[in-house]
């Protein structure tokens, strides 16, 4: 028997052994070099591998990127309803800040009023700058009857508040009533100077002052003068501040004075008003 075949498998075996050895030391990761085979890899495979990693990236950023136009879209929805809050959050603080001059005068005058005054919001008004026609919320069911005095709230000039007169109410329904105000041209009113008790007649005109004529031709009436109504056939309830005497014109001796008037109230921002029942100011009396 020769000398390989009677020693065959302890070749094999430490032949094995020795590439095992081998491999271990050539893959060993303290190795300062690479052998040229990895070498030669490694420069194949690097372009390839750089390739797929930028497309991997890519792709990652893009699916990120998704996800936060996903995140940036629900976030800007509920940035706009926040933003929608606070404008009519602001929008209601500027409305009662606008409104504040006019609702302190309202509850300085229920504290010292005469009358039984009835509240109410105006809801609708006939097109144009003026508050000559308007409609309110109050009607039948609240006690408003046709006929009954309407007033707001102004300060004098003397810094009381007290009623200015705003018109009369004309037609009324079961929840609405219909105003017509005294700088309506088809609403008359008779009045008093409060400093001589001269009286005369007055009309609204289209610029939303009032025009009037004294029936004493001699009145002693001057710009300035505090107008009221006086009650005279009864269509408004007497003593209600109408506004002050800005013009008196006296063309001859023999015509009568007319006088031009500022009215007390605003007729451009009516918001609310109170109603006067004529029919129990009357009873009063």
Do not use: C
């Not at 095992?20 to 303290?30: E, Q």
């Not at 509240?119 to 408003?144: C, M, T, Y």
């Not at 109408?242 to 015509?255: A, F």
Request: hydrophobic fraction near 40%.
């Amino acid at each position: 028997m020769s000398f390989f075949k009677k020693y065959k498998n302890r070749m094999i075996v430490t032949l094995v052994a020795i590439i095992l050895i081998v491999i271990i030391g050539v893959t060993n990761k303290d190795r300062i070099s690479l052998s040229q085979g990895e070498k030669f890899i490694g420069n194949v495979l690097t372009p390839i591998q750089k390739i797929f990693y930028s497309i991997s990236q890519k792709s990652l950023n893009f699916f990120e990127g998704l996800k936060d136009i996903g995140n940036l879209k629900e976030e800007n929805e509920q940035l706009k309803l926040k933003i929608a809050e606070l404008e009519e959050e602001n929008r209601h603080y500027e409305d009662l800040i606008g409104k504040s001059p006019y609702l302190k005068e309202e509850a300085e005058l229920l504290k010292n009023t005469t009358y039984n005054l009835k509240s109410a919001n105006v809801i609708g008004k006939e097109p144009g700058n003026w508050f000559d026609r308007f409609v309110i919320d109050k009607g039948l069911k609240d006690g408003i009857n046709k006929g009954d005095t309407v007033v707001q709230a102004i300060t004098k000039d003397d810094n009381i508040i007290g009623e200015g007169m705003v018109g009369r109410v004309v037609e009324v329904g079961d929840n609405w009533a219909k105003v017509i105000s005294i700088i309506d041209e088809n609403n008359k009113i008779s009045f008093k100077s409060i400093r001589t008790q001269d009286g005369g007649m007055i009309s609204g005109n289209v610029g939303g002052m009032l025009n009037g004529y004294l029936f004493d031709t001699k009145a002693d009436i001057m710009k300035g003068d505090k107008l009221f109504t006086s009650g005279l056939g009864g269509i408004f309830v007497k003593d209600i501040y109408i506004g002050k005497v800005t013009e008196v014109i006296k063309r001859d001796e023999n015509l009568m004075k007319n006088i031009e008037i500022e009215p007390a109230v605003d007729f451009k921002k009516l918001y609310k008003v109170f109603i006067i029942s004529n029919e129990m100011v009357e009873g009063l009396n």
